[in-house]
């Protein structure tokens, strides 16, 4: 069993930026694949990045791209979505997920291991 813990969401302007955590415990943190996922009241979970084991190749939803920076420590068990230039529309409760192999996938159904989530809202 993996858990997740997420934290850094919060209240921002838009243009703002800010820098959300998962830290995960129990089994080993490698070498599975890392993701976020997010979920706007009334809308179905949305994935937003992903990042393989040693962090060589991430994967965005275009809406993020060039705006939003996965990335992981592996000997913290973390991993990082910074986010910056943030929109009104980035406003949802933010889940980190892990799946128990490095294969990579935007598929929600496909990760094995879930946080509970962090509100991130973007005031314009």
């Known amino acids: 069993q993996v858990q997740l813990v997420e934290s850094g969401g919060g209240l921002v302007q838009a243009g703002g930026s800010l820098r959300l955590s998962c830290a995960a415990s129990g089994r080993t943190f490698s070498p599975y694949l890392m993701g976020w996922f997010r979920q706007a009241p009334g809308k179905e979970r949305e994935f937003v990045a992903a990042?393989?084991?040693?962090?060589?190749?991430?994967y965005y939803t275009d809406s993020v791209k060039d705006r939003f920076t996965i990335s992981r420590d592996n000997a913290k068990n973390t991993v990082y979505l910074q986010m910056n230039s943030l929109k009104p529309e980035d406003t949802a409760v933010y889940h980190c997920?892990?799946?128990?192999?490095?294969?990579?996938?935007?598929?929600?159904?496909?990760?094995?291991?879930w946080g509970q989530g962090t509100q991130v809202t973007v005031s314009s």
């Open positions: 990042i393989t084991w040693r962090g060589l190749n991430t």
């Open positions: 997920a892990a799946r128990n192999n490095n294969r990579a996938t935007t598929v929600a159904y496909e990760y094995n291991y």
